[in-house]
């Protein structure tokens, strides 16, 4: 792919935009109104940046934010040590658990921060409750 020189003028004159604007119409498409970006799309969604297809980032990528999600089949992570409850936050229990779907109540691997003591076991929760999770103890086979 050939790189076409712009002149001057031509750039000075895209580089404060009023209108949109689009790069072979969607390979990079300026949303001004919306303040948006897309990538590979003429319509970015609710997203200051929005990428249609594969993205690669390479090196560090920082997200500030309340949740994030991981959409992933098979996950790998390198640490030797997962942290939960990073946050220090006292009286709350922490542990693992398994959306078993239809085949019955969750699975849990869970502290149990009021009674000081690992749980294994099954549950109702979904996992959205930081309070007390009710656990039905289960045998455990070493």
């Known amino acids: ?5 712009v002149s001057g003028e031509t750039l000075e004159s895209n580089l404060i935009r009023t209108q949109d604007l689009a790069f072979n119409t969607d390979l990079l498409y300026v949303d001004v109104s919306n303040g ?4 590979n799309t003429d319509s970015p969604g ?3 940046l929005d990428v249609n297809g594969n993205t690669r980032i390479v090196g560090d990528l920082t997200v500030q934010g309340t949740t994030t999600t991981v959409d992933s089949q098979n996950l790998t992570v390198e640490d030797n040590l997962i942290v939960l409850n990073s946050s220090g936050s006292v009286g709350h229990n922490s542990g693992v658990m398994i959306n078993r779907g239809s085949e019955g109540n969750n699975a849990v691997m869970i502290w149990d921060e009021s009674e000081d ?23 455990i086979q070493v």
């Open 1 to 5: 792919m050939a790189i076409t020189k």
């Open 36 to 39: 948006r970006i897309g990538v």
């Open 46 to 48: 609710n997203f200051a």
């Open 117 to 139: 003591k690992f749980k294994f076991g099954t549950t109702t929760s979904d996992g959205s409750t930081t309070a007390d999770v009710a656990v039905t103890l289960s045998k």
